[in-house]
């Protein structure tokens, strides 16, 4: 078994056990507490779990950048397992209000790390599939709990199933000490995102950016909801006449349906983009409180617990995806334990206003589902129209990739043909720019099925003008290439000409370079606009260089002129040559210019404003 494969199984156990652990709760926490707290809130111990939780995913960030993944899921399983035997030791409402406090920690420590271990092993280009894997097993391991706790409850009593808590995150602690540190895996994602801002950098980042900030709320919204299901549903559940049994049947469907779901719609948002997927889930799931209440039965109670595991699935994965697109990989341990410390203060929000809801309701579990339901409804109103796609798709975006490489292989011919001009290999070079006339023939046909694709679609106008501009800015390239090699067949080749051989090729070489960052940097766009925005940097490097190299060449015609070793045609037409492949270089960097636009579009930030964070 490779490495990364028992390093990622290793995490992914760690978390269904201390999922299983905190599932138990999801069933019996208000049930066991409700009465016991008397004229306190009814979700107070959702409220110490929830403060705690958020707490210490920030925290978690910090340990394992500084510490180590491994240090910090150990540490995390270890105050998890406290929580537990607090819980099982003293009595309620105590156990659980001061025991969910060591459960907070535990819990956001150990899955904040396991998503930023999971992301290390997994890299940028799966980075909402890695939400699914930790969110996934997490939600495994809830439904679990949830199932055993209810039936346990029932058959055995209070005691041994608080017991099962105990058991389930102590083997936890022992497989979090088998682990194996991650953070060395991380390493290939930082060299292609060099930048690397301060923590506090990180941070503004994700405060900052439009599409983080509204993702944040969402998800902190959207937690809020989950605290009302997790502390009401069950209390509901028996307000039906139905006994506890059935209410971790419910959660356990709901949470089995979350969690065996996760992958597939996170794999779907790497490849289709996160912001319709992630509306959709938000607005099915804020009806589908709304639509609980009028359930009757048992079974249309499962059809709700059915249809908001569907839901929640749709953006629990994909919310956090869009802080692991726009943040730089040294720093992005620390951006996804603030975005998990957003989205799990929900918990204490949601305890907050689902107990005052409760207290107004005198009962009536209705008007909170009602209530809650209307307000992750506006929420998810605001996300959709604040936030801006992190990983963009267009229907033609693999034509203009074929587009740039054929216009790649033209420049791979133009060496040859180069090569054999200054040799005096005539016949052979005519033959190559022949080759390079079928190829930008080739390069012709693409364009016009991608001008056809483009304006056929339903993308909006504006990124349909910046893809033919952009389309346009590199088949520019083609045209000057044949232009530059009929120049050089008008030149008379003399020894001191052909001097200046490795200069032009080293141009048309620097230039071809540009094509391949410049497929890069497309790639990088569907992948994350920030990261596009950093490859652009480089091409402009890349562009200076070729106007180094055309400065240096014509110095050299120009004194040869003067010195009358070289005819003013040739000169004049070697001039021209080097001209047109600088104007090639030109080319690409405006293409690189086009590309920057659109990933500012997408919510990208500028390399030298990540710097000064």
């Known amino acids: 078994m490779r490495r990364e494969t028992l390093a ?20 019996i926490l208000t049930v066991a507490t409700h009465e016991a707290l008397g004229s306190l809130p009814t979700l107070l111990p959702i409220l110490s779990f929830g403060i705690f939780k958020a707490t210490f995913d920030l925290a978690a960030g910090f340990i394992s950048h500084k510490k180590g993944r491994k240090a910090a899921l150990v540490s995390g399983t270890l105050a998890y397992f406290l929580g537990a035997l607090v819980i099982l030791l003293l009595e309620p409402p105590a156990n659980f209000i001061l025991g969910n406090v060591l459960v907070g920690v535990g819990e956001g420590i150990v899955f904040a790390t396991s998503a930023i271990a999971i992301g290390d092993i997994l890299g940028i280009e799966r980075s909402s599939l890695t939400f699914g894997y930790i969110e996934s097993a997490c939600y495994v391991g809830y439904a679990l709990g949830a199932y055993v706790g209810g039936w346990v409850w029932n058959a055995l009593g209070p005691r041994e199933t608080l017991t099962y808590i105990a058991i389930s995150s102590g083997l936890a602690a022992l497989v979090a000490l088998s682990s194996i540190e991650t953070k060395a895996y991380s390493e290939a994602d930082r060299r292609r995102f060099s930048l690397t801002p301060k923590p506090q950098g990180a941070l503004r980042i994700v405060v900052t950016n439009p599409s983080t900030l509204s993702a944040l709320i969402a998800a902190h919204m959207a937690k809020v909801a989950d605290s009302v299901v997790w502390g009401v549903m069950p209390l509901y559940v ?9 209410a971790g049947y419910a959660q356990s469907l709901l949470l089995l349906v979350w969690s065996a779901t996760m992958p597939f719609w996170s794999s779907y948002s790497d490849r289709a983009g996160r912001r319709l997927v992630s509306t959709l889930g938000l607005m099915v799931t804020a009806f589908m409180l709304i639509a609980l209440p009028s359930t009757r039965s048992f079974p249309e109670i499962l059809l709700v617990a059915l249809a908001l595991g569907i839901s929640y699935a749709m953006y629990y994965p994909v919310l956090p995806a869009p802080i692991s697109d726009m943040s730089p990989p040294a720093v992005r341990d620390i951006a996804v334990g603030f975005y998990r410390f957003a989205r799990d203060s929900g918990y204490a929000t949601g305890a907050i206003i689902g107990s005052l809801l409760l207290q107004g309701a005198q009962g009536n579990y209705s008007s909170v589902f009602t209530n809650i339901g209307a307000l992750l409804a506006i929420t998810a109103a605001f996300y959709s129209v604040f936030f801006r796609e992190t990983r963009p798709t267009w229907p033609f975006f693999d034509l203009v990739i074929r587009h740039l490489e054929t216009i790649g292989e033209i420049l791979s011919v133009q060496k040859e043909v180069v090569s054999d001009i200054f040799a005096g290999r005539i ?33 909006p106008v ?11 800015e590199i088949d520019k390239v083609a045209g000057a290439v044949i232009e530059c090699n009929e120049r050089l067949l008008w030149v008379k080749y003399s020894p001191e000409i052909k001097k200046l051989e490795p200069k032009i090729l080293e141009m048309i070489e620097e230039t071809e370079k540009l094509s391949k960052k410049l497929i890069d940097n497309m790639q990088m766009l569907r992948l994350s606009p920030a990261y596009a925005v950093n490859i652009t940097a480089e ?53 690189a210019d086009i590309i920057r636009i659109i990933a500012y579009k997408h919510a990208a930030i500028p390399p030298e404003k990540i710097e000064s964070m």
């Open 8 to 27: 990622l199984l290793l995490i992914l156990a760690t978390e269904v056990l201390i999922g299983s652990a905190t599932g138990v709760q999801r069933t």
């Open 427 to 459: 016949e052979e070079a005519q033959a190559k720019m022949g080759e390079v006339k079928s190829l930008e023939r080739k390069a012709d046909r693409i364009k016009r099925e991608l001008m056809w694709r483009i304006w056929s679609g339903f993308i």
């Open 539 to 591: 091409i402009d490097a890349g562009e200076r260089r070729v106007d180094v190299l055309r400065f240096e060449v014509l110095q050299e015609v120009r004194r040869l002129v003067e010195e009358g070793k070289i005819d003013l045609m040739s000169a004049l037409n070697v001039m021209e040559a080097v001209n047109l492949i600088e104007i090639s270089s030109d080319d690409f960097q405006d293409a």
């Open 238 to 246: 028996l307000s039906k006449g139905l006994d506890v049994y059935y």
């Open 462 to 472: 504006s990124s349909r003008m910046d893809f033919e501009r952009l389309v346009e």
